[in-house]
């Protein structure tokens, strides 16, 4: 009784906030908020408290207040977020009615990568943490090497247009060496200038609809050796390409990683026994109990391909990675190395991040919550609460076998291969290195 009248004042004064009427407002969510003993009802009270509340300290208790009941709460979450600066409200769409695109051609600013003692150009060295001038040998060392890349929260980015959108303006640029002006496909996220060899990354910070990349795994083996893991690879699957293989180029494709927490709710039945002692025998009846629960789920970093040019070959390659050793992103990372944008908004990669753990944890929760045999599960009640978008290492090159083309990933941090070509039942093997023999050269 006491809980139906709670509700109806919690709906007469949210019906009164939407009408601008604060005073009136407070008033009705005062007496709910008195009245009910109900998380989810208190809960929405002090968010709506917040809501009418015009004094800054006040409105920050309610909504703190709100996520004590609701720990994700977003609509709470996102007004925190506007109150400390980290989101502006104009910047918040409506995910179901997005602003078209812009088709113009979008000014773009970048950094150029210059040797301070004899301007010649530096460039990444594979080595993971090195910058290296072409022409005097002068390096210079990253400062985020031993840096953890920052987690970016996904309530307040999925309010924006740029956790929505995927780059669709090309990008124009002025070189900033011999001034000759540029014009990029918007997918591209580096250039090495044909006239001067600079090397240029556009800088995505201030950009509104886009987000900038977060981490990045350095490249640590260079082509050499990415050569080198490639004949090992044709080598263990006896493939005998058909043309000359291409030396492997090295370039960074994007991925989104997503933490995911909350529960998974699931139903079940358990049997207990129970002692039932009478007048005329004594023994154990069996009872079947219906279980309403949740098991907690915590998963870190999980990867979800952010380009969907070879998004499957890369999926398959991800799990080759450590992506505990994701360094900050620094643009210096990017000197004379092409770059992948991504393609994939984060939105729809996060609908597949939590798509695969609940498919994963509806495989183990028969085993995570034996005795209890499952009836269903849900993934309601598991939320998104952070992401990246990362930059990964990836050599690549084409081979052909059966004319047909095929393309070959070689992870750029460990030199692990991907690769799938249909190869005849029976072929003939002999010579099969013969084919790659000037692969590496001399």
Excluded at 180 to 204: F, N, R
Excluded at 264 to 280: C, K, P, Q, S
């Amino acid at each position: 009784m006491f809980e139906e009248f709670s509700k109806s004042l919690l709906r007469s004064g949210i019906i009164e906030a939407k009408d601008g009427n604060k005073d009136s407002a407070r008033r009705y969510l005062d007496r709910a908020l008195t009245n009910t003993t109900s998380p989810d009802l208190m809960c929405e009270a002090w968010y709506w408290m917040g809501m009418v509340t015009d004094e800054h300290v006040e409105k920050r208790k309610a909504f703190e207040n709100c996520l004590a009941y609701d720990l994700h709460h977003a609509r709470a979450r996102r007004e925190l977020a506007i109150l400390d600066g980290k989101l502006k409200r104009e910047d918040i769409v409506d995910p179901n009615q997005l602003p078209p695109a812009s088709d113009e051609i979008r000014k773009a600013s970048a950094d150029r990568f210059m040797c301070p003692k004899c301007g010649g150009r530096m460039i990444f060295a594979p080595d993971g943490q090195t910058l290296i001038c072409e022409y005097c040998a002068r390096t210079q060392g990253l400062e985020s090497v031993n840096q953890e890349a920052e987690e970016k929260d996904f309530i307040i980015n999925a309010a924006t247009v740029r956790g929505h959108s995927k780059p669709q303006r090309q990008q124009i640029f002025h070189c900033n060496g011999c001034g000759a002006e540029y014009i990029l496909p918007p997918t591209k996220l580096s250039k090495t200038c044909s006239y001067c060899g600079s090397a240029h990354v556009i800088k995505l910070d201030n950009e509104r609809e886009l987000l900038a990349p977060a981490g990045i795994v350095p490249f640590t083996i260079n082509q050499k050796q990415a050569a080198q893991f490639l004949i090992q690879w044709v080598a263990e699957n006896k493939v005998k390409p058909e043309k000359k293989v291409n030396m492997p180029r090295g370039l960074y494709l994007p991925i989104w990683t997503f933490d995911i927490g909350g529960e998974v709710d699931y139903v079940g039945e358990r049997v207990d026994h129970e002692d039932v002692d009478n007048l005329f025998k004594n023994y154990r009846e069996k009872k079947v109990v219906r279980v309403n629960d949740r098991y907690p789920v915590l998963v870190n970093d999980m990867p979800i391909p952010a380009s969907r040019k070879i998004a499957e070959r890369m999926t398959r390659l991800l799990s080759t990675y450590q992506l505990n050793e994701i360094k900050p992103y620094d643009p210096r990372y990017l000197s004379n190395w092409p770059a992948e944008v991504y393609d994939i908004p984060m939105a729809n990669a996060s609908l597949d991040a939590r798509g695969q753990v609940f498919k994963t944890m509806k495989r183990e929760l028969p085993d995570k919550v034996f005795p209890v045999k499952l009836i269903s599960s849900s993934s309601a009640s598991m939320l998104v609460e952070s992401f990246k978008l990362v930059l990964l290492p990836v050599w690549l090159t084409k081979i052909f076998v059966n004319d047909s083309e095929n393309i070959l990933l070689i992870n750029g941090q460990n030199g692990a291969a991907q690769g799938e070509i249909n190869k005849p039942e029976e072929k003939n093997s002999t010579g099969l290195l013969g084919w790659l023999d000037d692969i590496l050269g001399d």
